[in-house]
């Protein structure tokens, strides 16, 4: 079975501080690890992913994450936070296509300037 | 093309009344998926369609029917809602053989 951790519901930062979102999995089988973002009001934005080859992935607006297959996590950083960066951030697993994804609970990250 | 497309953007309804929402893409992608958002919660899976045929049913009550026509569009019939259905219905899609959802901008939808 898969399921997905996210720790931490709600986060804040100060502008220019570093961003950690906490995500940890747990699957059956090896699995296909996304974070998306959403903005009030709107849909889901994919941010990053990982699927095979380098652990390290970077993705948009400046955001990277790590898998780390020894602790079953792959939480989503970013060096200096922006304003723009203040929204809910969604880690997912996935085991393959036409699947059904499984997300966490969602963290809320708000930006204090 | 590079996106998933949704309409009505928002959509008020009373619980006699029949709507549908529709979904587009034109990425070639051949899984579609249909979502459930409540507020300040993950999306729902409600169902999935994989190469035009209805491979995912996550236990949705029938007043919600799904409808691929082709594999460019997918629909959400809805008939006979509850206040309780009030939810962001998203849509999203797959290209063939890889993992990633494309989420479109989903359709805000008030039962009354």
């Known amino acids: 079975a898969q399921s997905v951790t996210q720790l931490g519901s709600h986060v804040s930062v100060s502008e220019g501080a570093l961003v950690l979102l906490r995500c940890n999995y747990s699957s059956s089988v090896p699995p296909y690890l996304f974070w998306y973002v959403q903005y009030p009001n709107q849909g889901l934005q994919l941010l990053l992913k990982?699927?095979?080859?380098?652990?390290l992935v970077k993705g948009i607006n400046g955001f990277e994450a790590e898998f780390k297959k020894s602790e079953t996590s792959f939480h989503l950083t970013k060096p200096s936070a922006h304003m723009s960066d203040a929204a809910e951030y969604f880690c997912?697993?996935?085991?393959?296509?036409?699947?059904?994804?499984?997300f966490g609970t969602g963290t809320s990250l708000t930006v204090i300037p | 093309d590079t996106e998933v497309t949704q309409t009505p953007k928002h959509l008020v309804m009373g619980m006699t009344n029949k709507k549908s929402l529709k979904c587009e893409q034109h990425m070639g992608h051949r899984a579609m998926y249909w979502y459930k958002q409540k507020a300040k919660k993950p999306p729902e899976l409600m169902f999935v369609?994989?190469?035009?045929?209805?491979?995912i049913n996550e236990s949705v009550p029938s007043r919600f029917s799904p409808e691929c026509p082709n594999s460019s569009l997918l629909n959400l019939h809805l008939h006979a809602l509850q206040p309780e259905d009030s939810a962001l219905y998203l849509c999203a899609s797959s290209p063939p053989g890889q993992e990633t959802q494309y989420f479109g901008p989903g359709t805000r939808l008030l039962v009354l």
């Open positions: 369609y994989s190469y035009e045929k209805l491979s």
């Open positions: 997912a697993v996935s085991v393959g296509t036409g699947n059904q994804f499984y």
């Open positions: 990982y699927t095979t080859g380098a652990t």
